[in-house]
C-alpha cells in the first residue's frame, strides 16, 4: 500500500489499513508465503497482506490435501514468514481441527498463533458454523479473517474442487454466511472459487473488505498461492490462475547448468577459489 508515515517511511499494514483501503476503493494485494526468505521478497515488493496459509501442506509438505497440516507445522512456518516481514500484515491460517471442536480451544490455538509465531491475525474456514468461535477470538482482541466457498478443509466433505455456490441456494446462504461473520467481527474475507457475480453481491453487502481466489474483479482485492503465480508448480492449471513467473523452467536450466559445470571442470574457477 502507498500509505506513509509523516516522516516518509513507509507504515506498516494493519486489519485497519485493509479496511480502509475498502473504503477508499484501492485494492489490496495479499500473497501467501512460508519461509522467511520468501517472505522478505514479496514484503519488500510492497505486498499488502501475507497469509501463511495452510497450502503449505500441498506446496511445501507435498500433501494431497490441507487436511493432515497440524498448528505446530503452521506455527513453525508463520514464525518463519514473521521473521521476514517488515510492513505487511502476516495472517497465520488455523489448519484443520485446531478450531473445529469448541470455541475455547480455537482461542487457544489462535493465541499460539498470535504469541509463538507472532501473527498479526488469524484466518479460519466456515460461515455461520463457526460464527461463536470467531466472536470468542476477536473478544480476545485477536483479528480474523474468515473464508468461503471452496473451503480446501472439507475437501472430503465437498469431494471435488470445483467452483461452489453456483445454485440459488447454495449462493443464498454464502450471502447470509458473510454477513455473519462480519457480524462476528471478521476484518476480511476470503472468497475462494465462487461465481464472479455472487463474489460482487458479497462485496456489495459487506463492509469489511472480499479477497478473492478465483471470484472475480469485483472483489476488495485478490490472494494467490506464490507456487502458482511463480510458475514453480506446473501441474496446477485453474482457470484463475495467472501465472506471473516461469521459475520451475528457470530453476530446472540454472541447475542443469551447474551440473554441466561441474562436470566439464569449468566450475569453479579461478576467481572463484581461495589462493
Ligand atoms: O491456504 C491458503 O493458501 C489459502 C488461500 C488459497 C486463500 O487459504
New binding site residues.
Given amino acids: 500500500m502507498s500509505t506513509q508515515s509523516s516522516s516518509n517511511r513507509p507504515v506498516k499494514v494493519t486489519t485497519q489499513t485493509v479496511v480502509d483501503m475498502k473504503r477508499q476503493g484501492e485494492k489490496i494485494s495479499?500473497l501467501?508465503a512460508y519461509d522467511f526468505t520468501m517472505a522478505q521478497i514479496i514484503d519488500q515488493a510492497g505486498v499488502d497482506i501475507i497469509?501463511v496459509?495452510?497450502?503449505?501442506g500441498n506446496v511445501m509438505a507435498g500433501y494431497e490435501t490441507?487436511v493432515p497440516m497440524t498448528l505446530d507445522h503452521m506455527i513453525y512456518h508463520t514464525s518463519c514468514v514473521v521473521r521476514g516481514v517488515d510492513q505487511a500484515l502476516v495472517i497465520g491460517?488455523l489448519p484443520f481441527m485446531s478450531y473445529q471442536v469448541t470455541p475455547k480451544e480455537a482461542l487457544r490455538s489462535a493465541g499460539r498463533m498470535m504469541k509463538e509465531a507472532g501473527a498479526h491475525g488469524v484466518?479460519l474456514?466456515g460461515g455461520k458454523a463457526v460464527v461463536k468461535t470467531v466472536k470468542k477470538i476477536v473478544n480476545a482482541g485477536i483479528p480474523v479473517m474468515g473464508?468461503l466457498g471452496l473451503t480446501?478443509q472439507s475437501i472430503y466433505q465437498f469431494g471435488t474442487y470445483k467452483v461452489r455456490a453456483r445454485e440459488e441456494e447454495e449462493a443464498k446462504a454464502l450471502v447470509e454466511d458473510a454477513r455473519a461473520l462480519e457480524q462476528a467481527g471478521c476484518f476480511a474475507l476470503?472468497l475462494?472459487k465462487i461465481p464472479a457475480p455472487l463474489a460482487a453481491k458479497v462485496t456489495e453487502a459487506i463492509s469489511i473488505p472480499t479477497?478473492g481466489?478465483g471470484a472475480g474483479d469485483q472483489c476488495d482485492g485478490q490472494?494467490?498461492?506464490i507456487h502458482d503465480m511463480l510458475g514453480l508448480n506446473k501441474e496446477f492449471n485453474p482457470r484463475f490462475l495467472r501465472r506471473y513467473a516461469d521459475l520451475s523452467t528457470s530453476i530446472t536450466e540454472a541447475v542443469q547448468q551447474y551440473i554441466t559445470d561441474i562436470k566439464s571442470g569449468d566450475f569453479p574457477n579461478e576467481d572463484e577459489q581461495y589462493s
Fill in positions: 495479499m501467501t497469509l496459509g495452510d497450502s503449505a490441507t491460517d484466518k474456514e473464508h480446501p476470503v475462494e479477497i481466489i490472494v494467490l498461492v
